[in-house]
């Protein structure tokens, strides 16, 4: 958040020289907001696929909770 609030001047300054910061302005305003919004969607989907996986696909890598426990005999 600091950094896109940072990068606003940038994007919506006027006065000389504006002509050439504004376009880095947008490109991290933009950027960040972009970033932003595929995180809050790409981490839950992939946190979903890989539980998917782990309850789909035979590779021992369970949670050991799941699993009954072995009760040894006392020799």
Known sequence: ????LGGL???LGSGVGSELRRPL???IVGGLILSQILT???TPVVYLAFDWLSRHLPLGFGNPMDEPAV?????
């Open 25 to 27: 302005g947008i490109t």
């Open 40 to 42: 809050l969607y790409t």
């Open 71 to 75: 009760e040894h005999s006392g020799d």
């Open 1 to 4: 958040m600091a950094a896109l």
């Open 9 to 11: 001047p940038l994007a």
